[in-house]
Every structure is written in C-alpha cells, then in structure tokens.
C-alpha cells in the first residue's frame, strides 16, 4: 500500500492509493481514494487502459465524499493476465468485480464504465442486481443480449457502411482480432509506446458520418496497414498526463496487448452468459448514459447502436458530450459535471445516505 506515484495529492486533491487484492483464482490491483466509509463508487476502464484512466474523475468525486475505487481488469495493467485467451470471457471479470466488491465491503456501489468498461458495469448490474445502485456507461451503449458481433454489426448504420463493401461495418476491426489474432496483436507490441498514443487522439466532429478507418482494417490487413506497427507519433498530453501515459506504455510493455486483447475473442461464451441473466438483461436501476457526440464508433446519435438500450433500460438518461471515444480524458471536467448532476437528480449524492455500515 503506497500513496500512487505522481499523485495530484500536492496540490490538494484527495490521495490516489494503490492496492492490490488476491484470491486463489485472481489478482486484482487497483486505485483507491475518498472517505473508506462514503458511498462506493467503482470505476471501470476499457481497452486498451487501466484504472488511471479516471484519475480526473477519482479525484473529483473523492473530493465530494465518495469511496472510489478503479482498479485495473483482467489482463490490464497490474492485474492477473492468464495465458489462456478463454479467461477473457466476460463472465470471469464479473466474478473478479464480485470478489472485489465484496473484500470491500459489499454495499451496493454505483458502477460506472468506459469502454469494455461499460460491459462489465452493465453485466454485474443484469447479473448482480443487489450490488449496483446505479449504473454509469460512457462510449458504450449497453446491449441487454450482451456485447458481441452478432449483437453490433446488425445496428451499423448502412448509410455510412454499406453492407457490401463493410459487412462488419465500423466493427471491421473488431473481426480481425477473430480471425488473425496474432497479427492485430503483434503489430500492437511492435512499439507499445507508439500504439497508445496513436489510440489516444481527441475526437474530430469533421469525422462524424464518414468511413471510419476501423472499418478498414481486414483490407489493410492490420490496423497500422503494411507497416504492422503504429507511425512515430507523440502522446497528447491534453489526453494523459506524461506521468501517468509513462504508467501505461510501462504496463502494456510488461504485459503485451495479447491479453487485453482476448476479450475480443470470447462472443460465443458472452452472449450465453448474457442470456442467463434475470428478466433478459434489464436492468431496473437508474442507468445514465454518456455519449461522446464524436465518437465514430460508438455514437448512438443517428442510428440504432442504443435501440437495444433503450429498451432494456427502465430509468435511462442519455446526456451528449462533445468529444470522441476518451471521454474520461477529453472531457475531464465535462464528465465529472454530468455525472454530479445526475448523481444530485437521482439521490445519489454522499449526503444522501448509502455511506458504509
């Protein structure tokens, strides 16, 4: 237990604390700040990242009173990465969040997620109704039937992705981890450092409504083309923080991109665990919604990405941000406002009760 290296602490905002927390079958790390008695709040990073994702928002909510906790996946960061791609199931990282969850104390938190994040925050609340208050999602939309090509290629928007010429649609990378695993991996761990900042670039609204270049990976055969490895390109440090995108390229170079990576290789095992949850994935807690208005993957604007959401979702609020996929780091205090305010809405606020017994 050590305070978290380059922590914002110095200049007041609450500590980030590193902990880790074993079991026989797993190995989770994770970051931890706020009053250990406030209400719970467990943030959930997506791919390719880890729990310092949400530093902006672990601190801000710290700072309120609450209990926050973000701590690395499954294959992520410090965390356990088993060899076997058949762990990644999604399955296995609510079970990891479970014993979790329940080492620290087992009060219903709230669960917010980026990402695959937002997989694994909308999969514990269908599957684990008693623990989740609230639900949190960001760039995701959850899918009740879960999280799979044969639940998201079907909404591709065709106006953008003729069937034609883009079967798998935006997707099209997604696929190519199913049938050349090796090569979207490899070209990844070709130059670590490289890769992640290539992925961490701010959204562009000139993209919207155009051909993505994730949609053009199987024909470049990889998502650096030709070249299987990313272009020399510079992190943006509006995104990460050069300390903490030290942190990151330092943990994909000691793990690889191969475990991470299998959670994209799992869909037949996913949509079975999907099907086993209560009342088909609805979920009866408040859920809110965040989009990133120029996300060109994930957007629900325009189309129907969000249809099956919106559907399975009893209480749901959908707020836009004008930002692309990395919300948690383009919008940093745009976040943290949404989110307080529909923590205020929804009677979630740490003055409202909830605190640890």
Not at 24 to 41: I, M, N, Y
Not at 161 to 186: L, S
Not at 231 to 259: H, I, K, M, N
Request: proline share 8%; hydrophobic share 40%.
């Amino acid at each position: 237990m050590t305070d978290f290296p380059e922590s914002s602490s110095a200049t007041g905002a609450p500590a980030l604390v590193q902990r880790s927390f074993t079991t026989p079958r797993h190995s989770t790390a994770f970051l931890e700040s706020g009053p250990v008695d406030g209400p719970l709040l467990i943030l959930l990073h997506g791919w390719p990242s880890i729990g310092l994702i949400w530093r902006a928002q672990l601190e801000a909510f710290a700072a309120d009173g609450w209990h926050c906790v973000a701590p690395d996946l499954r294959g992520f960061g410090a965390s356990s990465a088993p060899a076997d791609r058949a762990e990644y199931t999604i399955e296995e990282v609510v079970t990891d969040m479970v014993e979790l969850h329940d080492h620290l104390g087992g009060a219903p938190a709230v669960w917010a997620g980026h990402d695959w994040g937002s997989v694994v925050a909308g999969a514990v609340a269908a599957h684990e109704p008693d623990r989740a208050r609230a639900v949190v999602l960001v760039s995701l939309a959850y899918q009740p039937s879960g999280h799979a090509l044969d639940t998201i290629v079907p909404l591709v928007d065709r106006s953008i992705y003729p069937a034609d010429e883009y079967p798998d649609g935006q997707w099209d990378y997604y696929r190519f981890y199913t049938t050349d695993f090796e090569t979207a991996v490899g070209d990844l761990d070709a130059d670590p450092a490289a890769s992640l900042a290539s992925i961490y670039r701010a959204g562009d609204p000139a993209a919207v409504g155009r051909v993505a270049p994730h949609a053009l990976v199987t024909r470049n055969h990889g998502r650096f083309g030709s070249a299987h490895r990313a272009p020399a390109t510079p992190p943006d440090p509006s995104l990460w923080p050069p300390a903490d995108f030290e942190r990151l390229v330092d943990d994909f170079t000691a793990t690889g991109f191969g475990p991470s990576s299998a959670w994209y290789v799992n869909d037949d095992a996913d949509l079975a665990y999907a099907r086993r949850a209560p009342e088909g994935g609805r979920l009866r807690q408040p859920v809110l919604f965040v989009n990133g208005a120029w996300d060109v993957i994930c957007t629900v604007v325009g189309n129907r990405q969000g249809d099956p959401m919106r559907d399975a979702c009893a209480d749901l609020t959908v707020v836009d941000l004008e930002s692309g996929h990395w919300s948690p780091l383009e919008r940093k205090v745009g976040l943290v406002d949404v989110m307080r305010t529909w923590f205020r809405d929804r009677g979630l606020r740490p003055d409202d009760g909830a605190r640890a017994s």
